[in-house]
């Protein structure tokens, strides 16, 4: 009867441990919060896990707050075969304070089943502009997302494409703390109204992690100077025609293929680089300051700009020949300044 009764408990304990350990991967919704969450780790012992989001709740109505205010409404038209807006509205003219709806606070912790789990990372494309259907086939709302983001400290990993094309998002605000050290492939590529990114002091932003946003100006609290790589396309046709972007990072290696082409920005100003990659300003056409201490231009890195306006730290005299001098160099690419006929050389 003991050799059962033991036989019993270890089958009970592998039992339990079998069950505990099948949590890891489920997923969960929070109706607060309005997200969606997978559970990373989870220890039944002390009752503590990780999380991370992984998109918007999925229950009607509660979803239906992210399609708010000017929504576009879809329906299936037979006749072409596809979803057609039927009520285009125009964007939601922000002012003031957002509504609280219109605020998305990730939080830093949520209990499910006497778990608090610590929510520690944004998932791929989680919060990331789509369309839901809630009632069948034939009806679909376009969830716009949030105006205002605000990323708890515990986050210490953000996706692919996280918050991408969110049309209506205007800042993005990290905690303090925050220990992000990377922003990922088109984190948010395409969020054309997406102004501030605060309280983040980023190594790497990777490929196209800011293409296409248009009004972006960032303030001193989005940090450059631990910056040591800027991907391809990672601010290509961004900021605002009137903003000065600051490079003044002492660590950054690489700008990398088509970083800025066809950049917006009135200025960009880069305390130092060592390699300038493949079409990297390409179409840029105002102001770039460079520093000295370049070793690589590769090809067509200034392709069709006029480089009366790129100088090594100081803009040179008008009076003044256009003379580019980088005592550093060891490659040259060729076309590097093709379609530009006011450098007179460059050594």
């Not at 592998?14 to 969960?28: E, M, P, Q, R, S």
């Not at 109505?61 to 285009?88: E, M, R, T």
């Not at 972006?216 to 009137?242: K, M, R, Y």
């Amino acid at each position: 009867m003991k050799h059962l009764r033991l036989l019993a408990s270890v089958f009970a304990l592998a039992l339990a441990t079998i069950v505990a350990n099948a949590a890891v991967g489920d997923t969960f919704e929070d109706e607060t919060t309005l997200l969606e969450y997978q559970i990373v780790t989870e220890n039944q012992n002390d009752k503590t896990g990780t999380i991370k989001v992984i998109g918007y709740i999925r229950s009607y109505p509660l979803a239906y707050k992210w399609a708010w205010a000017k929504q576009s409404i879809y329906v299936y038209d037979d006749q072409f075969g596809d979803y057609c807006d039927i009520y285009p509205k125009e964007l939601y003219p922000y002012e003031g304070d957002y509504p609280e709806w219109a605020v998305l606070t990730i939080p830093e912790t949520i209990t499910k089943n006497n778990i608090t789990y610590t929510v520690t990372e944004i998932g791929d494309k989680a919060l990331a502009r789509e369309f839901a259907n809630d009632r069948g086939d034939n009806f679909l709302f376009q969830i716009n997302g949030p105006v205002k983001i605000i990323i708890p400290k515990t986050i210490n990993k953000i996706g692919t494409g996280a918050f991408k094309y969110l049309v209506k998002l205007t800042s993005v605000e990290f905690s303090e703390q925050t220990n992000i050290e990377e922003i990922p492939e088109e984190c948010f590529m395409q969020c054309s109204h997406l102004v501030t990114v605060k309280n983040i002091s980023p190594i790497r932003i990777k490929r196209s992690a800011f293409n296409a946003c248009s009004a972006l100006q960032l303030d001193e609290s989005f940090g450059t100077q631990n910056l040591t790589h800027i991907g391809p396309l990672a601010f290509c046709s961004a900021f605002v025609n009137n903003y000065s972007f600051y490079i003044n990072s002492d660590n950054l290696i690489d700008i990398d293929t088509m970083a800025f082409e066809r950049n917006h920005s009135k200025e960009i100003h880069v305390k130092h680089v060592s390699n300038i990659r493949y079409k990297a300003f390409a179409g840029y056409a105002n102001k770039v300051f460079l520093p000295y201490e370049i070793d690589t231009i590769e090809t067509s890195a200034f392709r069709a700009i006029p480089l009366s306006t790129v100088s090594p730290s100081i803009k040179l005299p008008d009076d003044e020949e256009n003379i580019l001098h980088f005592p550093n160099l060891k490659f040259f690419g060729s076309s590097v300044f093709y379609d530009n006929n006011k450098i007179s050389s460059v050594f």
